[in-house]
């Protein structure tokens, strides 16, 4: 999760503009070599460059590590077939929100909403941008840890610096995406091709023994997957690409099983380079794999690594802010969310009330966060309600069997991912309780309260202290309502 592509800037861009809000009729031009690479470019992101640390100190030994990574990889693949089955089924835009929406009704679909809004986008913003001015910051402490105020200051500047791009300009954020995206892919061929050479010169000694000293758990293997499936996230929006797709229904689950699978053997190839030059302990000791891996391979050219990294992980924070405005916008039209972050901006013609709310959102969260704790709180809410969206597939094969289902997968999958999705949330928390598990069912059920104050109920009196706020915000920041914005 976690780069979105030029075409989904179109789509988001016309739909802020449209006044009727009619779906953008886009032409069929892509075939599957292209649905393969928006895949690929969609998905590969700043996960691969923290992640690794994480599910080896969870997995403790290089081969049950390696295996974590093939497995997020079928599981990524198995989810993103449910995902298609659902979004040809329901071709309405919002992610889960629609699916949940037409599987059990609003209170769910507005849980959604809410927890995205609160939880898993602002976290999502945090995550990438610490790890941005993690591996900005490495070079300039080389040998010890950066401190903590400086990791946290520089991801505040990140979090300002896109928050600002994309409130100002679509056509900017849209520019910096494509550059980032480039160089994203530059840097992961160099680390796999490094990787490959140095195998092909005998460098394995740290693939021996490689199942000595695992020790797992439940919790262990579930916390793995957490940080595993961080790297893959975004499987979940490919159904983006159908209405572009030529013979989508056939081309759309082949790019699943050949895109994701190509994302997994990519990983499994990067992961492998850092055990070509580092040990199972060294890795746990770098502070940033990628320029550990980089000083020892690419000297004198070392410096070229983080500096690509930290492009990358931009072009992923400026992705994920790009695309706040979307779900927002419709829960604000279905009643569900203050009506103001839906609004657009007059002049600039971008959702910014919802980006500016996003970026206030993730600098809170920076604050006592830190990278591991964050991709926890993340996992456990999306994987919550990715398990849910599936289970509603299954619910849906006998409620609502009038649905045209042009793609249809076989039942045992979404039961699957289902069963895996209930074991990703529950592990972790039964074997190695943590307080951010708490704070995000807090935040979730909060939203309860927020749903029959203002959207079941609509007390007067609630009603009375969300419309002079709107009105304030909207000539403060000479915003409108979608509908009112001018062409």
């Known amino acids: 999760m976690e780069e ?76 993103a077939l449910c995902f298609a089955e659902l979004g040809t089924m329901i071709t309405k835009s919002g992610g889960e929100y629609p699916y949940l929406m037409e599987a059990f009704g609003p209170i769910p679909a507005y849980l959604f909403s809410w927890t995205s809004l609160f939880v898993i986008k602002p976290s999502s913003f945090a995550i990438i941008c610490l790890s941005f001015s ?30 600002t791009v994309n409130a100002l300009s679509v056509r900017l954020g849209s520019y910096v995406q494509n550059v980032f995206t480039a160089t994203k892919m530059v840097i992961v061929v160099v680390i796999i091709i490094s990787g490959i050479v140095l195998l092909a010169q005998g460098n394995t000694r740290n693939f021996e023994n490689s199942f000595e000293g695992t020790k797992l758990s439940l919790g262990a293997i579930g916390l793995a997957f957490y940080n595993g499936l961080w790297a893959y996230d975004g499987w979940n929006q490919l159904n983006y690409i159908t209405e572009e797709l030529r013979n989508p ?13 190509l994302v997994t053997g990519c990983y499994i190839l990067m992961n492998v380079s850092y055990f070509t030059v580092m040990t199972a302990t060294e890795l746990l000791q770098s502070q940033a794999v990628a320029v550990t891996f980089g000083d020892r391979v690419l000297y004198p050219a070392s410096w070229v690594v983080p500096l690509f990294v930290a492009f990358s992980t931009l072009g992923a924070a400026n992705g994920t802010c790009f695309t706040a405005g979307r779900l927002v916008y419709v829960a604000g039209r279905e009643g569900h969310m ?34 591991n704790s964050l991709v926890n709180y993340f996992s456990f809410a999306a994987w919550l309600f990715y398990g849910l969206t599936i289970f509603g597939l299954v619910v849906m094969r006998f409620t609502r069997k009038e649905l045209k289902r042009p793609i249809k997968v076989p039942i045992f999958i979404p039961i699957l991912v289902t069963l895996l999705s209930v074991f990703l949330v529950l592990a972790p928390i039964i074997s190695q309780p943590a307080w951010e598990y708490l704070y995000c069912v807090l935040f979730m059920l909060s939203g ?35 509908e009112e914005a001018p062409e």
């Not at 599957?32 to 998905?43: A, E, H, K, P, R």
């Not at 009603?463 to 000539?475: A, E, G, V, Y």
């Open 448 to 482: 309860l309260i927020f749903y029959f104050l203002f959207v079941y109920y609509k007390f007067g009196w609630a009603q009375k202290i969300s419309k002079p706020l709107t009105m304030h915000l909207q000539m403060l920041m000479e915003v409108v309502p979608p």
């Open 249 to 261: 229904f056939r081309n759309l689950p082949l790019a699943i099983i050949i895109g994701i699978p």
């Open 4 to 79: 979105t592509s030029l075409r989904k800037r179109r789509e988001d861009e016309k739909s802020i503009q449209s006044i009727e809000h009619k779906t953008t009729n886009l032409q069929k031009e892509l075939g599957l070599f292209s649905g393969i690479c928006i895949i690929v470019g969609t998905i590969i992101g700043s996960g691969i460059f923290i992640s690794p640390k994480s599910v080896l100190s969870n997995m403790e030994a290089v081969g049950p590590c390696l295996i974590v990574w093939a497995a997020c990889g079928i599981l990524a693949t198995l989810g």
């Open 134 to 163: 993690e591996y900005v910051s490495a070079p300039f402490y080389s040998g010890c840890n950066p401190p903590q105020v400086v990791i946290k200051l520089l991801a505040a500047a990140a979090i300002l610096l896109i928050t």
């Open 338 to 371: 203050l009506k103001v972050l839906s609004y657009v901006s007059v002049k600039r013609l971008t959702p910014a009330p919802a980006i500016i709310f996003y970026g206030i959102i993730a600098i809170i969260y920076i604050i006592p966060g830190d990278i």
